[in-house]
């Protein structure tokens, strides 16, 4: 688990990278490079309200050990305190 003070989604990933996504750390916040696929889904999710799931890693790889999710909550206070 990461926290951040702000969140990049860059949606210039290509499909030939060989990656379903990246998420690097960028100063206090989290870069992630998703394909422009992606990138639609998750406005579309965004404006619907809806949770959403970015997994990274290589494309052919079994091994998947990174996921970005985007979820809406009830109460703020819960889960930003401090």
């Known amino acids: 688990v990461t926290g951040a003070s702000f969140v990049v989604f860059n949606g210039a990933l290509k499909t030939s990278s060989g990656f ?3 998420s ?3 100063e206090d916040g989290l870069m ?3 394909t422009r696929e ?3 889904n998750l406005r579309q ?3 619907d309200k809806k949770d ?3 997994t990274c890693g290589e494309t052919d790889s079994g091994d998947v050990k990174e996921y970005v ?3 809406w909550v009830e109460s ?3 889960t930003n305190q401090g």
């Open 24 to 26: 690097s750390i960028v």
């Open 52 to 54: 959403f799931k970015i």
């Open 69 to 71: 999710d985007i979820c």
């Open 38 to 40: 992606t990138m639609e």
């Open 32 to 34: 992630v490079q998703i």
């Open 20 to 22: 379903l996504a990246k």
């Open 76 to 78: 703020e206070e819960k």
């Open 45 to 47: 999710a965004l404006r």
